[in-house]
């Protein structure tokens, strides 16, 4: 039996219709998750806030100190009390505040600095991956008039990957006086990111989150 023209027609239109994004929520200074799941209303704010820096930075107000900074010798180490984190990453971060402590002025070949850069890199889940969806859906609508009766079906199609998660990393550096064990400066970076997205590895990354932290250095603000 043929099939009703409208139901042809719809058919048609139906395949055309754009795949309706999962949406997503920013929650001021972190990310939290709306009643139900995600607010639609702020998928943009995630996705706008992709690869960019956000940083805040720290200088002692003893000007002697501030004074001393970006001078002399430092050597870049992996802070104490740190979350665990691969070797090889931590590594990949270490040798990119190097870079940019030496931009800055600071002589890093030594073990023995006189000041001490401290390293930490942090790891967070800021928003999860998207669930599977459906590639295939539609819903029937019927109808009756004094003209007779139809019936009508709209199909949606969305071949689209789900999103990996928003991973947020975040690079913090603390730097000291060896001798004293003041603290003379401060900082951390943070970037969003997508997991498994080709663009961002953690060479990219670290270097992305060095130099935007040391922009300036020694300068405190964000």
């Known amino acids: ?29 972190g990310w939290t998750t709306a009643p139900g799941g995600y607010a639609r209303s702020a998928r943009a704010a995630s996705s706008s806030r992709e690869g960019k820096v956000q940083v805040a930075r720290f200088v002692t107000e003893d000007p002697a100190l501030a004074a001393a900074l970006g001078k002399g010798t430092v050597s870049v180490v992996e802070a104490a009390a740190t979350s665990p984190v691969d070797a090889r990453e931590m590594a990949t971060f270490q040798a990119a505040v190097i870079d940019a402590l030496a931009g800055a002025g600071y002589q890093t070949a030594t073990p023995d600095g ?40 709209g199909i949606n199609i969305d071949l689209t990957k789900p999103k990996g998660a928003l991973v947020s990393t975040r690079l913090e550096a603390r730097i000291k006086d060896r001798a004293s064990g003041a603290v ?39």
């Open 1 to 29: 039996m043929p099939l009703p023209r409208t139901l042809a027609v719809l058919s048609v239109l139906a395949l055309a219709a754009p795949a309706q994004a999962q949406p997503g929520v920013w929650g001021g200074r």
């Open 114 to 153: 006189a000041h001490v850069a401290e390293v930490r890199v942090l790891h967070s889940i800021a928003e999860p991956q998207e669930a599977p969806r459906k590639p295939v859906s539609g819903e029937m609508a019927v109808g009756v008039s004094n003209r007779g009766s139809m019936m009508g079906l």
């Open 184 to 222: 003379l400066w401060e900082g951390r970076a943070d970037i969003l990111t997508r997991q498994g997205d080709a663009r961002w590895n953690d060479q990219k990354i670290a270097d992305r989150l060095a130099a935007a932290l040391f922009e300036g250095f020694p300068a405190a603000g964000t």
